[in-house]
C-alpha cells in the first residue's frame, strides 16, 4: 500500500482547512493575553512515553509534536512534523519525510536522530502501557537529515495513527540522556518536571495541585490564518480546581475563561449565561464501573471475582435513569464496552436492559441471594461521579449489594487502581486513536495492564486481539474485534453506564479553542477576543 503525494496533500489541504475553520477569519484573530482555564485536577507527569492518564494525555498535545497529527474529528491522519509519508508496498516499511528547520523550544534543532531515538524508545518493550501500539517497529534508519525509514515486524494495521498518539512524541534525545537519574523511569522522572518538546507552547512554571503555567513556543512550526506562527495566545495557566461547583463559581464571577467537566446538571444554567458558552464537544467518552475480580480481596474471597455477579449488577443497573438522572438526557446508551463512534463497534442495541428479577436470580446461582458489600472508589468533589455512585448504591440495594462510596482525590485514586488496591472504580474513558485496538488493550487484553488493573483474563480474547494487530483486511479484523466484544461484554469486569460528550464552558470572548473527539485540549489556536 502507498500513500501518494495526492494523498499528503489532501492531508495538507485538512491542515489548512482546520486552521481556518478554528481560528476563523484572518482579520479577527486577535494575538497576546493568557487564557485561564480551570481543570479537575493536576497532571502528574509531563512525559509522553510512561504515562497512563488522562490528565497528563490532553495536556502531553501542546507540549510535544509527533510526526503525524490528528484531524479535528479525530478520525483521519495529517502532517506534523512529518510533512509526507509512504508505506511501502509490502506493508513491512514506513517512509517518512520530515519538515525542514523545526526547533525544540529551547532552539536546538530536531535532527533525524531525535526521530530515531524517540520511536525506538517508545517501541521497547516494557517502555509504559502504550508500548503496544508501536510494538511492531523492528527498528527506525536514518537515510539522510530529512528522511527517517520505520521497519516493522510485521504489518501493522495502525501504524500510521500510532504516530498520532502521544507516546511517539518526538524528544530532545541529548536532553533527556542529560536529565539526572541511571534508568530510562528516573531521567523520565526528571525531564518531566522541565519538560522540552516542540508544541505550540513550553512549561513557564508548575506549582503541583495549584497552577501550571504555559508560554508561546518562539519556534513552533505551523502559522495561523493570519500567517504568522502559531499559537495565538501568550500563555495558557491553568488553575486546578477539584471541586466542581468552585470551578464554576469562578468561572461566573470572570475569574476563569474557560472550565473543563462541567457536571451535566449546570449545563442548562450555564447556556443561558449570556457571559458564557457552554459547549458540548463531540467524544468516543463512556462512562463505566470496573470490579476488581481478583479471587481474593483483602484476603478475602472476592464475590466480584464471579462473572455471575457482575452479570447481575449490569442487570440491576438502571441505565437510562442514570442518563436522564445524571446527564440530563445528553448522554446515550452503550452498546459495546467501547464507544458506538470508536472503529468496529459491533453493537446491535443497549447492553443489559434493567431486569431486577433476573439480577435476583443471578445472584442466587452465584451463591449470593443475600447479597453482599463493596466498595467503590469515586473522584472527591465530582459531582457526577457522586450522582452515578449514589444512584447505583441505591440500584443495587435492590439485590442486596450493600455499596460504600469511596471518594478520594485523583493521585490516590490512580495509584489505589494502578495497585489493583480497589474493589470496585468509577472512570470514563476516551479513545486517544480512530481504531478498537487501544481501548481493548486497555480493556480486555489481559498481557497489558490485566484488563483494567483487574485480574481479568480470557485467553480467546488476547488471542484474537493478537491476530487482530496483524490483520490489514479491514473486514477480517471487524471479525476479531466483535469476538472480543462478544465475549468482555457478557463476562468482563465492567459496568457499562453510557455514552457522553465533552462539557465544556468558555467566556465568549474565547475563540478557537478545540477538544476533538479523541480528548486533546488544543489551544494553538484559540486567542482572546478583546
Do not use: C
Not at 493575553?33 to 479537575?40: E, I, K, N, S
Not at 517501541?123 to 537529515?145: L, R
Not at 488553575?239 to 472550565?259: F, H
Amino acid at each position: 500500500m502507498k500513500v501518494t503525494s495526492k494523498a499528503t496533500l489532501v492531508a495538507s489541504l485538512a491542515l489548512s482547512l482546520l486552521t481556518a475553520a478554528v481560528a476563523q477569519a484572518a482579520d479577527t484573530v486577535q494575538r497576546g493575553g493568557t487564557m485561564v482555564y480551570g481543570r479537575y485536577a493536576d497532571s502528574p507527569f509531563l512525559e509522553p512515553v510512561l504515562n497512563d492518564s488522562n490528565i497528563d494525555i490532553w495536556i502531553l498535545s501542546n507540549l510535544y509534536d509527533t510526526l503525524l497529527l490528528p484531524t479535528a474529528d479525530g478520525k483521519g491522519i495529517q502532517p506534523g512534523l512529518a510533512s509526507a509519508w509512504t508505506i511501502a508496498p509490502d506493508g513491512k516499511s514506513v517512509t517518512l519525510t520530515l519538515r525542514p528547520d523545526t526547533h525544540f523550544s529551547d532552539g536546538s534543532p530536531i535532527t533525524a536522530e531525535d526521530v530515531q531515538w524517540s520511536l525506538e524508545r517508545a517501541s521497547k518493550p516494557g517502555n509504559g502501557v502504550w508500548q503496544f501500539m508501536v510494538s511492531a517497529i523492528a527498528d527506525v534508519k536514518v537515510i539522510d537529515p530529512h528522511t527517517v525509514v520505520i521497519h516493522l515486524s510485521h504489518e501493522d494495521p495502525t501504524v500510521l495513527s500510532a504516530l498520532t498518539v502521544f507516546n511517539t512524541s518526538i524528544m530532545p534525545k541529548h536532553l533527556f540522556e542529560a536529565a539526572p537519574g541511571k534508568t530510562d523511569q528516573e531521567k523520565a522522572a526528571a525531564f518531566a518536571e522541565h519538560p522540552i518538546g516542540s508544541g505550540p507552547f513550553m512549561l513557564q512554571s508548575w506549582q503541583h495541585n495549584s497552577t501550571m503555567t504555559l508560554v508561546r513556543n518562539p519556534y513552533y512550526w505551523r502559522q495561523g490564518s493570519d500567517g504568522k506562527p502559531l499559537p495565538y495566545l501568550d500563555g495558557v495557566k491553568f488553575e486546578i480546581i477539584p471541586d466542581d461547583a468552585t470551578r464554576i463559581l469562578k468561572l461566573q464571577s470572570g475569574e476563569l475563561d474557560g472550565a473543563e467537566f462541567i457536571p451535566y446538571s449546570r449545563v442548562d444554567e450555564l447556556k443561558k449565561n449570556p457571559a458564557l458558552n457552554m459547549v458540548l464537544f463531540p467524544s468516543t467518552r463512556v462512562e463505566y464501573a470496573n470490579a476488581n475480580v481478583n479471587p481474593q480481596l483483602d484476603g478475602k474471597p472476592n464475590p466480584l471475582a464471579n462473572p455471575k455477579v457482575r452479570e447481575a449488577l449490569n442487570y440491576a443497573t438502571d441505565k437510562e435513569a442514570l442518563i436522564q438522572l445524571v446527564t440530563y438526557g445528553i448522554g446515550k446508551p452503550m452498546t459495546s464496552f467501547m464507544s458506538t463512534s470508536t472503529p468496529m463497534n459491533a453493537g446491535t442495541g443497549p447492553l443489559y436492559p434493567v431486569d431486577v428479577a433476573k439480577a435476583k436470580a443471578l445472584m442466587a446461582a452465584a451463591g449470593y441471594p443475600q447479597g453482599f458489600s463493596t466498595h467503590m472508589m469515586i473522584l472527591a468533589g465530582n459531582e457526577d461521579d457522586i450522582s452515578i455512585a449514589t444512584s447505583l448504591q441505591q440500584m443495587w440495594s435492590e439485590i442486596g449489594v450493600q455499596l460504600t462510596i469511596d471518594q478520594v482525590d485523583q493521585a490516590t485514586r490512580t495509584d489505589r487502581y494502578r495497585k489493583s488496591e480497589y474493589a470496585m472504580r468509577l472512570s470514563p474513558w476516551t479513545d486517544d486513536i480512530a481504531d478498537p485496538s487501544e481501548i481493548t488493550s486497555y480493556f480486555a487484553y489481559s498481557k497489558n495492564i490485566q484488563a483494567l488493573h483487574s485480574g481479568w483474563k480470557s485467553e480467546a480474547v488476547d488471542q484474537a486481539f493478537e491476530s487482530a494487530q496483524k490483520e490489514m483486511d479491514p473486514a477480517k479484523r471487524a471479525v476479531y474485534f466483535k469476538t472480543i466484544q462478544d465475549i468482555y461484554n457478557s463476562s468482563g469486569p465492567t459496568i457499562g453506564l453510557y455514552e457522553s460528550s465533552y462539557p465544556v464552558a468558555l467566556k465568549t470572548s474565547v475563540k478557537g479553542f478545540v477538544q476533538i473527539p479523541l480528548g486533546n485540549n488544543l489551544f494553538s489556536e484559540a486567542y482572546l477576543q478583546k
